[in-house]
């Protein structure tokens, strides 16, 4: 079972679009980042959530601590925006004070202009 | 500035050699970390270092191990290898690490293949 499930794993979208691509784990973290992948294989950090919410330009990213959800909206699509959206969680462990990086599969974004 | 470097970009070996790979990280960056990353299996967390300490490790084999120098720079090691370890090996870099807010530079990577 995986520890961190990310939703959708293909998503098309229409130019304009509103995107929401979601990201569940299954114990307590410390930290989840979102990244995105370029085709040519360059990952960009995008944001590090611990709870809350953040917004860069057109990215909204969200996480609700009690639900272990997180989601990335992307506003107003482009197709610059295409690439592969991973999230990546630092989950506690139990044993002591142990964290593991935990990544999601990756949701492929097409933004079609 | 200058980013995170990784070399080789490109390598072949065969089975049961070894590889060293190398990531120079940016200046003042104080944790490195490593990933393996694959078709099959996406992204996997390898470990990472911060201060020259092994400060958090993933679920890999002990023929993987790594270090870091006292300027930050970090070499992967990968011992006996085989086929399955045909990857790209990316490093990144932050300021503080996961935890921190100010989030991870990534290098290019190094595609691994082993034949």
């Known amino acids: ?113 | 500035k200058a980013g995170v470097t990784q070399t080789p970009r490109y390598l072949i070996k065969t089975r049961g050699q070894q590889v060293t790979l190398s990531c120079s990280p940016i200046s003042g960056h104080r944790s490195v970390s490593w990933y393996q990353q694959t078709p099959g299996q996406g992204l996997q967390f390898l470990f990472e270092y911060f201060s020259e300490t092994q400060r958090n490790k993933g679920n890999f084999p002990g023929r993987f191990s790594g270090r870091q120098f006292s300027n930050s720079r970090s070499e992967m090691n990968v011992s006996t290898l085989e086929l399955g370890d045909s990857a790209l090996y990316l490093c990144a870099s932050s300021l503080t690490g996961w935890t921190g807010e100010f989030g991870y530079t990534f290098g290019s990577g190094t595609r691994l293949t082993v034949v």
């Open chain 1, 1 to 113: 079972k995986n520890e961190v499930e990310q939703s959708p794993q293909n998503l098309t979208a229409q130019e304009g679009e509103f995107i929401t691509i979601n990201c569940s784990y299954s114990v307590g973290i410390s930290a989840l980042h979102w990244l995105q992948q370029h085709p040519g294989g360059g990952i960009v950090s995008l944001f590090m959530l611990s709870s809350g919410k953040k917004k860069h330009g057109r990215l909204i990213a969200t996480i609700n601590i009690q639900e272990k959800h997180s989601s990335l909206h992307i506003t107003a699509s482009h197709p610059r925006d295409s690439a592969v959206y991973i999230c990546a969680a630092l989950l506690n462990l139990t044993e002591g004070s142990a964290r593991q990086l935990t990544f999601g599969s990756g949701t492929q974004l097409t933004v079609l202009p």
